[in-house]
């Protein structure tokens, strides 16, 4: 179960599992849903027939989707139900209470981007302690996961895993048609950011740095949309204007990193981001602060360049540097190769059904 209203990482993630999962594993993809509005995450999988459950509300605080998720559980009365974020995570705490169902979560990593963000994140973590099964998507989510009071023994660390033949074809097909819909000559510099307009995605750092750059040519790209879109705008528009684009949206980024010379990812919280792996696929040269998985996923800087976060200064030395061809290229190289290596989609897929394999075998804990 996911809260979404977007095809972002963590949904195309939930997508590619349920799409390559066992014969012998039957997966319901459930998300809350309002009546005649778009859903791109249930859209998508029922493209790929995949089965789907809207579950549907009138509000954000619309309690009346934990009976509705109770009757769907009592209903398909499956052997494990599996929470992505924390609204899934506290519903299915409730509706599963007292059902013969494994509770599970997978953690992409906390956001903590407002206070009202921060609260409900708490008691996620809280309703964790009680779960089944816990699955980190990187060593650092786990730690967290256990200083904040999870029960270690019920934490799997479960590295996200992705196509990497898939992404690197279709980004290195997609370059020119993506340059030119950005308006860039074939030679032009172009620095891409992936992700949610937010504040813990530091693409206010990354601005500083851009102005700090002061490339006679090139763009930087922003595709994502969010909270902090408006005053980055106007950042962008004060500092450098013309050189910063804002795409918003879009549902190709594969084609997206094709068109880019440079990965940059400077975040002060992550999990372990997709768009990393599948730079490093694509044989992008990544830039990325020093959080969450990204540093063990470029093997400590021999795969790419690593910054800390909040600084503007380091993160210019490094997209000067990343934007190199000869400099990058062994880099990119390393990359390739341990991503091919330690985080093909297959791996993570196979892990986690063997996890649920584990819990459908072991009886759930109903009274908690």
């Not at 956001?111 to 816990?134: G, H, M, Q, Y």
Request: include cysteine; proline fraction near 7%.
């Amino acid at each position: 179960m996911r809260n979404s209203d977007r095809l972002g990482g963590p949904e195309r993630l939930i997508l590619e599992q349920a799409r390559r999962a066992a014969p012998d594993v039957e997966v319901t993809l459930a998300s809350f849903a309002r009546e005649g509005a778009p859903h791109p995450l249930l859209d998508e999988a029922r493209r790929l027939g995949l089965r789907t459950l809207p579950v549907a509300q009138r509000g954000s605080y619309d309690l009346r989707v934990v009976g509705l998720v109770r009757a769907a559980i009592d209903l398909v009365l499956p052997h494990v139900v599996l929470g992505h974020d924390y609204k899934a995570d506290l519903v299915l705490a409730r509706a599963a209470k007292g059902r013969p169902v494994a509770r599970a979560a997978l953690v992409h990593g906390y956001t903590a981007e407002n206070r009202k963000i921060r609260a409900f994140e708490a008691l996620d973590r809280r309703c964790l302690r009680s779960a089944d099964a816990v699955v980190a998507v990187a060593a650092s989510v786990r730690e967290a996961l256990a200083r904040s009071g999870v029960p270690p023994d019920r934490i799997h660390a479960i590295e996200n895993g992705i196509d990497g033949e898939a992404v690197a074809r279709e980004a290195t097909s997609a370059r020119e048609a993506v340059r030119a819909e950005w308006g860039l000559a074939p030679d032009e510099p172009c620095v891409l950011s992936l992700g949610r307009l937010s504040p813990e995605k530091g693409q206010d750092t990354l601005l500083a740095a851009w102005v700090r750059l002061a490339l006679p040519r090139g763009a930087l790209v922003l595709v994502g949309d969010g909270a902090s879109r408006a005053g980055l705008e106007a950042a962008a528009a004060a500092a450098r204007p013309g050189s910063v684009r804002f795409v918003g949206w879009r549902t190709d980024p594969w084609r997206c990193l094709g068109a880019a010379d440079v990965l940059v990812l400077p975040s002060r919280t992550e999990g372990l981001p997709l768009a990393l792996l599948e730079a490093m696929a694509a044989g992008i040269p990544v830039v990325a602060t020093r959080v969450g998985g990204m540093p063990e996923a470029l093997h400590e800087g021999r795969c790419g360049r690593l910054v800390p976060p909040d600084d503007p200064g380091a993160l210019r030395d490094a997209l000067r540097a990343a934007l190199d061809p000869v400099g990058s290229r062994p880099l990119v190289a390393a990359a390739r190769a341990r991503v091919a290596e330690r985080y093909p989609v297959e791996r993570q897929v196979r892990a986690l059904e063997a996890l649920w394999r584990t819990l459908q075998r072991k009886p759930a804990s109903v009274e908690r």
